[in-house]
């Protein structure tokens, strides 16, 4: 696809309608070689509509756009949208841009937020050891669910926990339970 031009025939193609602009994320994710994209991407981190601005952050992570760093850390410590919020965390652990730690560590002291998993999950990508606290007080924690002891523990073992890494180990023979109307794999 030509690059030159893209955004003036994008924005033409998007008019007014919210459908084209909501499917433009496809095309602008394909395109993040291209500044300008990459500049509208962070513009329009800041859109009300909730599903457009998750559709952008993860598209700012998979595309690996480190300058949006600051823009994740608003999200993560504002945005009124649970799924936005989770899915800049996510980011965050994928980039490990060093200014994205200090806004996860502010939030893993939240003992409200409910979503631990995921927390855990980008502190294991992060896994300093100013993660280390909240690893191992998730890890330690029987009240905490199996996925996130087994992610803090993943974080723990990259650090060297060898009491981490024996449970994983341990964790490799779970079993899987079966009910009624439910599966949960070991």
């Known amino acids: 696809m030509p690059r030159e031009g893209v955004l003036k025939a994008l924005d033409k193609a998007i008019s007014s309608s919210k459908k084209r602009s909501q499917e433009a994320v496809y095309l602008l994710s394909e395109l993040t070689d291209v500044p300008e994209v990459v500049e ?25 756009l480190k300058q949006y760093a600051p823009s994740f850390n608003v999200i993560i410590e504002n945005d009124p949208d649970p799924f936005c919020r989770d899915a800049a965390i996510h980011a965050a652990g994928t980039l490990r841009v060093a200014e994205n730690l200090p806004a996860l560590l502010h939030l893993a002291k939240d003992v409200d937020y409910d979503q631990t998993w995921r927390l855990a999950w980008a502190m294991k990508d992060y896994a300093t050891e100013y993660c280390r606290v909240h690893l191992k007080r998730w890890f330690e924690d ?5 996925q996130a002891r087994v992610i803090a523990a993943w974080g723990l073992g990259k650090l060297g926990d060898k009491q981490a890494v024996t449970y994983l180990i341990r964790m490799l023979d779970d079993p899987d339970r079966r009910g009624e109307n439910f599966f949960a794999q070991g």
């Open 40 to 64: 509208r991407i962070g513009q329009w981190l800041n859109d009300p509509d909730l599903q457009w601005r998750s559709w952008l952050i993860q598209t700012g992570e998979n595309a690996g």
């Open 142 to 146: 029987s009240g905490q669910d199996k």
